[in-house]
Structure formats: structure tokens, C-alpha cells
């Protein structure tokens, strides 16, 4: 894996739990991430059946997306907070993955979680990329766009050089988001701009206004752990 040096780093987290009493820790941890010292940016997420932003829920498995001011601080969050310390003891399945910007367009709740600090970023080496995509969707397009949904992840599902791929969502419906693994930067053009059912949903996301806010972010993964569904997909 690409060996990168950087200051403002991310990292995403995808816990598997036993039980769908794995939900109380998305209230629970909220006060905890909101004192965790050098977090700058985070979302806790619940998780689709699908490889994209589906209705179906995934109450046993959560994921963390967040913003660090440095390496430092993930490392402190992972060795002392008990966040981490109940995913080392309660955990079925752990993946998770340091990731370094490389660009961003857009904002999440009102503002860029990486202070512009992406665009400024090189693009990598020609390995693997981490794309995470975030809408809120406006009330009045929702049954739209969640039609268009099984086309797109069917595309997804065979499209070469996708490694892995979630769906994701703050709140049900309206609040989603992907996050997904490519084996290059020209494998995600390939499926941006090559594959005609997610140009489509592209064309009417812009023609028909439907989302309220939107991001989309590219990073380099380089170091992750665990597993993802059985494999690490980075390996």
C-alpha cells in the first residue's frame, strides 16, 4: 500500500456487532466523538443491505467517518477511548482504513470537513482510491431517486475494479451516503463516466435538483486492518 505523508488525515471505520442492539452506541458515542481530542470532522452512520444508498438497513453493522488533525490523534482515539476499546472487546467483524485527501467538491452539513485542505493534495500514484459520496436529498425527489437506486448498484456490482462498496445514511431516507474502493483513479472514471445507468441518474440529479447538498471526496487509503465481509479488500 502507497506509503503517504500528511498532516489532517481521515479514516473510516465499519464495526460488525452481534445484535441490533448495536444501535443504542449511535447515541451513546455521540458525547464521547464530540470530546475526542483532535477530531475535527465525524458522522456516525448506519449502513445499507446494498452497495449503494439503499433502503434496506443493516442494523448489526455501524460505521465512523472522520477528520483528524493529525496521525497522532487517530492513534490516541484507537489506543485510549472506550469507543475503540468496545470494538476491540464487542466487535463480530472490525474494518478500518487511514485515508489521505486528495480532492473534494461540495459541503456536509454546511461546510468542506477538510478546510479546503484536499484540493491542495496531489493525486496519488496510480493505486488504490477511496471515494465517499454524501446527499441530502430533497423531500419531493426522494421516491425519484430511490427508484433509480437498484440500477446503479446492479452497475456496481459489476463494474471492473470496484474493490468494495457501502451504502450509508445519517438519517433514514434523506441523509445517505457511499463510501467505496477502487483499484485506480481510471476505474472510477470508468464507472463516473463510461457506465450509462449512473450518467443517467447523474443527468437527472442535475436537471430535476435533487439533492440539497451534496459531497464528493477522493482519498488515498493507505494502511487499513480487519476485515470487510471476510477479506480485507485492500490486500
Same mark, same amino acid.
Given at each position: 500500500?502507497?506509503?503517504?505523508?500528511?498532516?489532517?488525515?481521515?479514516?473510516?471505520?465499519?464495526?460488525?456487532?452481534?445484535?441490533?442492539?448495536?444501535?443504542?452506541?449511535?447515541?451513546?458515542?455521540?458525547?464521547?466523538?464530540?470530546?475526542?481530542?483532535?477530531?475535527?470532522?465525524?458522522?456516525?452512520?448506519?449502513?445499507?443491505?446494498?452497495?449503494?444508498?439503499?433502503?434496506? +438497513?443493516?442494523? &448489526?453493522?455501524?460505521? /465512523?467517518? *472522520?477528520?483528524? @488533525?493529525?496521525?497522532?490523534?487517530?492513534? !490516541?482515539? %484507537? =489506543?485510549?477511548?472506550?469507543?475503540?476499546?468496545?470494538?476491540?472487546?464487542?466487535?463480530?467483524?472490525?474494518?478500518?482504513?487511514?485515508?489521505?485527501?486528495?480532492?473534494?467538491?461540495?459541503?456536509?452539513?454546511?461546510?468542506?470537513?477538510?478546510?479546503?485542505?484536499?484540493?491542495?493534495?496531489?493525486?496519488?500514484?496510480?493505486?488504490?482510491?477511496?471515494?465517499?459520496?454524501? +446527499?441530502?436529498? &430533497?423531500?419531493?425527489? /426522494?421516491? *425519484?431517486?430511490? @427508484?433509480?437506486?437498484?440500477?446503479?448498484? !446492479?452497475? %456496481? =456490482?459489476?463494474?471492473?475494479?470496484?474493490?468494495?462498496?457501502?451504502?450509508?445514511?445519517?438519517?433514514?431516507?434523506?441523509?445517505?451516503?457511499?463510501?467505496?474502493?477502487?483499484?485506480?483513479?481510471?476505474?472510477?472514471?470508468?464507472?463516473?463516466?463510461?457506465?450509462?445507468?449512473?450518467?443517467?441518474?447523474?443527468?437527472?440529479?442535475?436537471?430535476?435538483?435533487?439533492?440539497?447538498?451534496?459531497?464528493?471526496?477522493?482519498?488515498?487509503?493507505?494502511?487499513?486492518?480487519?476485515?470487510?465481509?471476510?477479506?480485507?479488500? %485492500? =490486500?
Amino acid at each position: 500500500m502507497t506509503a503517504v505523508s500528511t498532516s489532517t488525515i481521515a479514516s473510516f471505520h465499519l464495526i460488525r456487532y452481534g445484535s441490533a442492539g448495536a444501535m443504542k452506541h449511535m447515541a451513546f458515542d455521540r458525547p464521547l466523538l464530540r470530546r475526542a481530542g483532535g477530531l475535527l470532522f465525524w458522522r456516525l452512520l448506519g449502513t445499507g443491505r446494498g452497495r449503494t444508498m439503499s433502503l434496506g +438497513a443493516d442494523l &448489526r453493522r455501524w460505521a /465512523l467517518f *472522520a477528520v483528524w @488533525r493529525g496521525e497522532g490523534d487517530l492513534e !490516541e482515539f %484507537l =489506543r485510549a477511548s472506550p469507543i475503540a476499546a468496545r470494538w476491540r472487546a464487542e466487535a463480530c467483524e472490525a474494518w478500518h482504513v487511514r485515508l489521505a485527501p486528495v480532492s473534494s467538491r461540495g459541503a456536509w452539513s454546511g461546510r468542506d470537513p477538510f478546510d479546503g485542505l484536499a484540493a491542495r493534495r496531489g493525486g496519488g500514484d496510480g493505486g488504490p482510491v477511496a471515494v465517499l459520496t454524501r +446527499a441530502s436529498i &430533497r423531500p419531493g425527489r /426522494l421516491l *425519484a431517486f430511490y @427508484r433509480s437506486v437498484p440500477e446503479v448498484d !446492479e452497475l %456496481l =456490482r459489476r463494474q471492473d475494479g470496484c474493490l468494495a462498496s457501502i451504502g450509508m445514511g445519517e438519517w433514514p431516507l434523506a441523509r445517505q451516503a457511499t463510501f467505496s474502493l477502487w483499484r485506480d483513479h481510471e476505474a472510477v472514471r470508468a464507472f463516473a463516466y463510461r457506465g450509462r445507468a449512473h450518467r443517467r441518474v447523474i443527468e437527472r440529479v442535475r436537471a430535476h435538483d435533487w439533492y440539497a447538498e451534496e459531497l464528493f471526496a477522493r482519498f488515498i487509503p493507505y494502511a487499513s486492518e480487519g476485515t470487510w465481509e471476510g477479506v480485507d479488500p %485492500l =490486500r
